[in-house]
């Protein structure tokens, strides 16, 4: 009896380690709803920033259009008064203007041409982001239909095993199901049952008592070992 209960311990930790390559399997998809809710989110920030930008650049050029005409209108004035001057003095102070008035325009109208640069990369921008979020919006109801159906699938078989589990530990001593259920406090899915090997714990290396090893071999020790809280096992159980 002793023995096979320890083979029923052994085929629980066996449907464990099943349980969670579907537990990952469910965090998997859960991350993809995540990374996709999360890349719609920047997505929609990086269009919102960009239509901000775009307003402030037109803005900008308008405000630049407009003192682009008040000095082209400077100029003309000056260029009139030029050719209406009656003296050296007169025409030396309208030639003056107008120079002023071609230094600023030149200015004006480099920064006109880079703002006019900036306004297409970012309607270039917008437009690819618009696109995108669109192309989203369409397939991510049937992303999340598949990834939901996916995690439920998940779920069943989980729940498949875990029946299983349960009726494996109703099939064993109380002193026996206790221990397994202390060990599986810390490794409930990373082997929580060990072996003697030379004489110490398999895993963390630790060596019980000199006579342990016998009393486990016979199938009526229920120890965890005082190293890593596993549940010794009898090399016999293998069988």
Known sequence: MAISCFQ?????????????????????????ETQLSNLIQQKTLALEEAQKESTKVKKEMAALELTLAQKDQQKAQATSALKQAMNQSQMVSAQKQIDQCESVLDEIQENLFALLEKDEGLASQISELESFLKGVVETRQELLQEINQTIEAEQKQIAIFEERISNLLELCEKDARVQFLKACEKHRYQNPLTFLENRSCRFCKMAPESSFAQGLERGDLYQLCDGCNRLFTPQSALS
């Open 8 to 32: 029923n311990l052994l085929e629980i930790q066996s449907h464990l380690k099943v349980v969670a390559t579907h537990l990952t399997n469910i965090k998997s998809e859960e991350k993809r």
